[in-house]
C-alpha cells in the first residue's frame, strides 16, 4: 500500500525551505471546519518537532465543537488581532497555506498573504489549486481531506514515530469531520491504515467523535429540529431539496458557530435523494447567504455551486456565496435544481 505522495523534489524543497525558515506561519481559511483546523494543529506538532515556534493563524471564529483541541489556544484569530497577526507576517519567512487553493479563500487576509515575499507552500485537496509565487503546492484533489495529506507527508519525512498524540488527535479529528465520520470520500484502503497508524498514539476516536458530533446545545438542537420540520423544501420528481434559515430565525434560536454544521448532509438520508442544499444567512449582512451543497453518487455538487452559488468545492460537496436576500436565495436554488432536473430525475 503506497503512502507516500511526495516526487523526491518535492521532499527535498520541502525539507530546504522549512529548515531554513525562522519564523514559520500555518494559515487556515475563512470559517475554518475541522479538517483546516486540525491540519493546523497537527503540522504545527511536526514543525515543533524540528525545533521551530509555527504560529496558526485562521480568519476568523471556528466552532465550539472544535476547540477542546488540544493546542487549540495557540490559535490566532485575524479579526480579533489584527496587528498583531500583521506584525507576524511582516516578520515570517514562511507561510504554510493548509485546507485551501486560491488566496482570496482566507478573505480579510487576502492582502497580507498576496504581498507576502518569502516562501509560500500550500497542502491542499481541493481542485484547481492557484497560489502566485509559491514555493511548493502539494495538491491531491482525489484525498479525503488534507488532514490525510498532513499524515502522508509527516509519514513519507520519517517524523510519524517522534508525533505525540496530541498531532494523532489533531489529525485524525480533520479526517473524521471531512468525511462525515467515514461515511463518504473515504474508500481508499490506505485511509484505514493512516486510521490504523494514528490510533497507536493512544487516541480515542470515540470521544473524539462524541467531542465533534455529539456536542450541541439544546437550542442548536431545536433549531435543528425547526429546519427540517418548518423550512426543508423537497422536490419530489427531482430527489432534491433546499432549506434556508434567516438572521431572525438564527437569533431566535440562540444560534453560535457550529450549531448548523453538517445539518446539510441530512436530507441525504431521506431514500432516493440526489443534492441536498442549505441556504443561511449572515448573521450580520442581510444580502449575504452562505451556501453548501451536498450530493450522493456522480452528481456535481460542485458543478452546480460554480453554476449558480459563486463557488465549487469537490463532487459530492461544495459551497458558494449568495449577495442577495434569503428569499431571493430561495429562488436561486429552485432555478439551480430545475437546471439540472436532467441529472436528477
Known sequence: MEINILTDQEAATLREVVAASSHILILGHKSPDGDAIGACLAWQQYLI????????????????????????????????????????????????????NVSSRVEELQPLLDDFKGHKIMIDHHLDPQLADASLVISRPEASSTCELIFRVVWQLGAFDAMPRKFAVADYCGMMTDTGGFTYNSSDPAIYFIISQLLTK?????????????????????????????????????????????????????????????????????????????LRQDTEKENLVYCSLRSVDDFPANKVAEDFFHGGGHLNAAGGKLFCSIDEAEKIARKAINAYSDLLK
Open 49 to 100: 518537532s524540528l525545533g521551530k515556534q509555527p504560529r496558526i493563524i485562521v480568519p476568523d471564529a471556528y466552532p465550539d465543537f472544535l476547540q477542546w483541541l488540544p493546542c487549540s489556544e495557540t490559535i490566532l484569530r485575524y479579526d480579533k488581532h489584527p496587528d498583531e497577526v500583521k506584525k507576524l507576517f511582516s516578520e515570517a519567512d514562511l507561510v504554510f497555506c493548509l485546507d485551501f
Open 202 to 278: 493512544g487516541i480515542d476516536k470515540d470521544k473524539i467523535y462524541r467531542n465533534v458530533f455529539n456536542n450541541y446545545s439544546t437550542w442548536a438542537i431545536r433549531l435543528r429540529g425547526y429546519l427540517l420540520s418548518r423550512k426543508l423544501n423537497y422536490v419530489d420528481d427531482l430527489h432534491a431539496c433546499f432549506y434556508s434559515v434567516s438572521r431572525d430565525e438564527m437569533k431566535r434560536y440562540h444560534f453560535t458557530k457550529g450549531d448548523l454544521e453538517g445539518l446539510v448532509n441530512e436530507p441525504l438520508r431521506i431514500k432516493g435523494t440526489k443534492l441536498s442544499i442549505s
